[in-house]
């Protein structure tokens, strides 16, 4: 298929998908006679991992280290879980902050109810 329809089916821009092509993302894209890129459901299964991963905030670095890796076989798999293990921290710690921030957005609207909630007592006397 053709990446309009591809960039259709995944909610990613053309433009992104040329970007991890020459990024080595998607190395392996077909051409039709014409030089037409032809993806086929294996890269769109590549494309629907990316995405996952780039949706976790995964690194384009990290990503085409693992790519790379996983273009190796079978002999890297460790190597691959080790970039998996290493970018799960990574998220975990960013949901960490994330928390932190809507702990502290939740106390501050609190504290807004309270003040609203006073203030209304107030303009009843």
């Not at 991992?49 to 990290?62: G, T, Y």
């Not at 501050?108 to 303009?123: G, N, P, Q, S």
């Amino acid at each position: 298929m053709r990446i309009a329809e591809v960039s259709k089916r995944t909610g990613i821009s053309t433009d992104t998908l040329r970007y991890y092509e020459r990024m080595g993302l998607l190395p392996h894209v077909r051409r039709n006679e014409r030089g037409v890129r032809d993806y086929d459901e294996t890269d769109l299964a590549r494309i629907r991992f990316i995405k996952c991963m780039r949706s976790a905030h995964v690194s384009i670095e990290a990503l085409v280290e693992y790519m790379a890796l996983f273009a190796q076989g079978d002999a890297t798999l460790e190597a691959r879980k080790d970039i998996l293990v290493e970018q799960r921290e990574i998220v975990r710690e960013r949901i960490a902050a994330m928390q932190e921030g809507l702990d502290r957005l939740d106390y501050k609207i609190a504290h807004y109810d309270d003040l609203i909630v006073e203030a209304e007592r107030t303009m009843q006397k």
